[in-house]
């Protein structure tokens, strides 16, 4: 099985900037896309955003110009650049490997926007 691990959240005030990490390890060979997800208190899990092992990219419209996704397939690790961070931004951020039928969860990192 696969096992993903994040890193990299703390707490930043408005407008400033962090870069989350996702760490995959074990049988990976299956992985075809990673995405990151958020959950703020009280609220459904939302993507926010997506890459293929090719490359290609997707993000929900209220990071769009702020995050960037990207991967380091030599070291088995996802990136999310996250740039003018916002209060809003304020969440548990998760990512999550699909690799045939299978679904692989990290445990999350806590993101915290405020001054």
């Known amino acids: 099985q696969v096992q993903l691990v994040e890193s990299g959240g703390g707490l930043v005030q408005p407008g400033g900037s962090l870069r989350l990490s996702c760490a995959a390890s074990?049988?990976?060979?299956?992985?075809?896309?990673i995405s990151w997800y958020r959950q703020a208190p009280g609220k459904g899990r939302e993507l926010v955003a997506f890459i293929t092992s090719g490359g290609s990219t997707i993000y929900t419209d209220s990071v769009k110009g702020r995050f960037t996704i990207s991967r380091n397939n030599a070291k088995n690790t996802v990136y999310l650049q996250m740039n003018s961070l916002k209060p809003e931004d304020t969440a548990v951020y998760y990512c999550?490997?699909?690799?045939?039928?299978?679904?692989?969860w990290g445990q999350g990192t806590q993101v915290t926007v405020s001054s």
């Open positions: 999550k490997a699909v690799g045939g039928t299978v679904l692989y």
């Open positions: 074990g049988s990976i060979f299956s992985i075809n896309t």
